[in-house]
């Protein structure tokens, strides 16, 4: 049974390292568990209420098909729709719901236990709407190769797909597509974002400097378009993804290289086109395509039909009950998302959408004095941040590795402080499209003179020394001021590179030729000894147990854990683009005319406003990839 993040509450009977992650624990011995204060019924009314919840309306499409008996062979119907995530960002809820996005881990761990039903005879996805990048496609891609192998049917159907989202789809056995519907697969674009023209607009002006010829993070604030440099690295970027697209149609459909190539030259194609160049079987309704064959409708989430489970769930929250952990040795699977940040950050629910320092220290350090766990996944999709926040965690990581092995396993990006903290693990482990490397050093501030002027406030800098308000100045850096931060960014590239060297065991002048800030997807980086292996997190997971001499079917430990009451408390007015950076008329209404590049032009925002405070980063700024 899984709780709201895909976690097991119950001992899980199958040998899967997905769907068994936490322990067994049982609630606190209560008089009687079931009732609440005073006698009443505090489960019974929330599985009632599920229920309620959860049974269709009059006019709304049936769950079932009035033939369907759970004992007799059936077939099932999921629906897939929304973002595909690493941990949600945010889900507490009773009924099984909530959070944003769809763990891939929970997804995968759901396809598995459904592949285990012998009474399901094949599954039948509808997918609408999915928001996924191409490494967790490739992920994907490998449950669902799971399915076929294993002799149950595979269909699934969609109103319209491209590019990533089609790729998923050419997976499965059979596709079917709605009439008018569109599969569009125009090959894998870039697209690099600048705002320097809105921070001249606001007055604003980046003052940045880097380490490496490639290491161009700051670009999108400091440049109107991509250097030479740049538009290298996005090539190889694009070629990677291609290969992966036309290997995938020509393998799946069973098309030659050259009409794929050709197909993809074409891009767009109507249901009946799509038919006809055999990117898809079907065109008809869902409804028709689903056929005559028993079937009911099957849920990614189950926990709420559980009243044990609901209440669980409660006391988790409140903090009656200490968080999921497995009872004896067993792995631990970390995950660092998001950018690196100096401090706490925003808590244990910050380490969703942020690394914070001290509070991934503390948990690494944590796990290292436990002897219980025997081996850690350091699962990372990051573009760096702060360069010291990194060390202090390289550090913490090299001093588990000491104790134990450490297996990385890298995301759609591990990229600048992101490999950083990766560097020195036991074993590392990327997907051909993973963005990697980007072994370099960014520094810089922001200028708002200009813009403060605007609003009429004008600032007069006074200090004693001769560089004193090097770091207070709203102006940009003088020249002397430029060498001094040119000296500091130098010193932690050495240490960066260092780092790098003595983790991979190779040369430092290998090391600098492949750093220099520039990108690499998987495929590249393993060819260069940067990555150990190509694989997911399934397969960093089976080597964490088979280094950590555990059993395939022992619990994992999920760091962070589901949240709780005092999480959110603490998790309250986290850092958001704010002030004069973030309440300009043209960032509204680029997040009405295109919310992806809005929520781009936001994160690059927030990106300005982190080096007030810190200067030196070990970051990568990667284009959105469509």
């Known amino acids: 049974m899984l709780d709201d993040n895909g976690e097991a509450v119950t001992a899980p009977s199958a040998n899967d390292p997905w769907a068994n992650d936490t322990n067994t624990a049982t609630p606190p011995a209560t008089p009687d568990a079931n009732k609440g204060f005073g006698g009443f019924d505090l489960t019974g009314m929330l599985s009632k209420v599920t229920e309620s919840i959860k049974q269709p309306g009059f006019y709304e499409a049936p769950e079932k098909s009035e033939d369907y008996d759970a004992d007799q062979p059936h077939v099932g119907i999921l629906e897939l729709g929304g973002k595909i995530v690493e941990r949600e960002t945010y889900s507490f809820s009773l009924f099984g719901g909530g959070g944003r996005g769809i ?43 799971e399915w076929k192998t294993a002799g149950k049917t ?6 319209g797909a491209s590019n990533a989202g089609y790729l998923l789809l050419a997976a499965c056995t059979t596709i079917g597509i709605a009439p008018l519907g569109q599969i569009a697969i125009t090959g894998p674009a870039a697209m690099p974002i600048h705002i320097k023209g809105l921070l001249d607009k606001l007055g604003v002006q980046a003052d940045f400097l880097h380490v490496g010829a490639y ?51 074409t891009g767009l194609f109507a249901s009946e086109q799509a038919k006809a160049a055999k990117l898809v079987d079907e065109v008809g309704s869902f409804e028709t395509f689903r056929g005559d064959k028993a079937w009911t409708t099957l849920e990614l989430d189950t926990a709420g ?34 950018n690196i940040v100096d401090g706490g950050g925003d808590g244990v629910l910050g380490a969703r959408q942020e690394i914070a320092s001290h509070t991934l220290v503390a948990a690494i350090r944590a796990l290292t004095a436990d002897d219980a ?147 690499w997807t998987g495929t590249k980086a393993k060819e260069l000894g940067l990555v150990d292996e190509i694989g997911g997190l399934d397969v960093a997971i089976a080597k964490a147990q088979e280094l950590g001499k555990v059993s395939a079917d022992t619990d994992l430990e999920i760091y962070p854990p589901s949240p709780t009451l005092r999480d959110v408390v603490q ?56």
């Open 154 to 159: 595979l269909a699934c159907h969609v109103e």
């Open 305 to 338: 039909s559980d009243k044990l489970t609901g209440l669980v769930k409660i006391w988790r929250f409140l903090g009656a009950m200490p968080p999921e952990r497995p009872l004896g040795e067993h792995v631990a699977v970390i995950y660092a998302i998001g």
């Open 571 to 626: 998790g309250w007015g986290g850092n958001v683009s704010a002030g004069l950076l973030g309440s300009s008329t043209e960032l509204a209404q680029l997040d009405r005319l295109d919310p992806q590049l809005g929520a781009a032009a936001h994160a690059l925002l927030d990106l300005v406003t982190s080096f007030a405070k810190t200067h030196v980063q070990a970051i990568a700024i990667l284009p959105m990839v469509r």
């Open 373 to 519: 766990v025997k081996a850690v996944v350091l699962r990372i999709d990051s573009g760096g941040g702060s360069a010291q926040a990194s060390e202090l965690i390289w550090r913490a990581v090299n001093d588990l590795k000491a104790k134990k092995p450490v297996i990385v396993s890298m995301s759609d990006v591990a990229a600048s402080g992101g490999y950083y903290i990766a560097s020195n693990a036991t074993r590392i482990y990327a997907l051909d499209n993973t963005l990697t490397g980007s072994i370099g050093v960014v520094g810089g501030k922001i200028a708002p003179g200009n813009a403060l002027a605007k609003l009429g406030v004008s600032t007069f800098p006074r200090g004693r020394g001769r560089r004193a308000t090097i770091l207070a100045s709203f102006s940009p850096w003088s020249e002397d001021e430029k060498q001094v931060i040119q000296r500091s960014m130098e010193e932690v590239y050495t240490v960066f590179t260092g780092r790098v060297a003595d983790g991979r065991k190779l040369p430092i002048e290998k090391v600098k030729e492949l750093a220099q800030g520039r990108v």
């Open 103 to 145: 763990e891939l881990r929970r997804l995968v761990g759901r396809l598995r236990d459904l592949a285990k039903d012998p009474k399901l005879t094949g599954l039948v996805v509808r997918m609408r709407d999915l928001e996924i990048s191409l490494p967790d496609v490739v992920e994907l891609r490998g449950v669902l190769a």
């Open 215 to 265: 290491k161009g993070a700051a670009e999108p604030l400091t440049r109107e378009a991509p250097s030479p440099e740049m538009e290298t690295t996005l090539r190889d970027i694009l070629d990677r993804h291609y290969e992966t697209m036309v290997s995938a149609i020509e393998r799946d459909r069973r098309l030659d290289r050259p009409t794929v190539e050709k197909l993809i030259d």
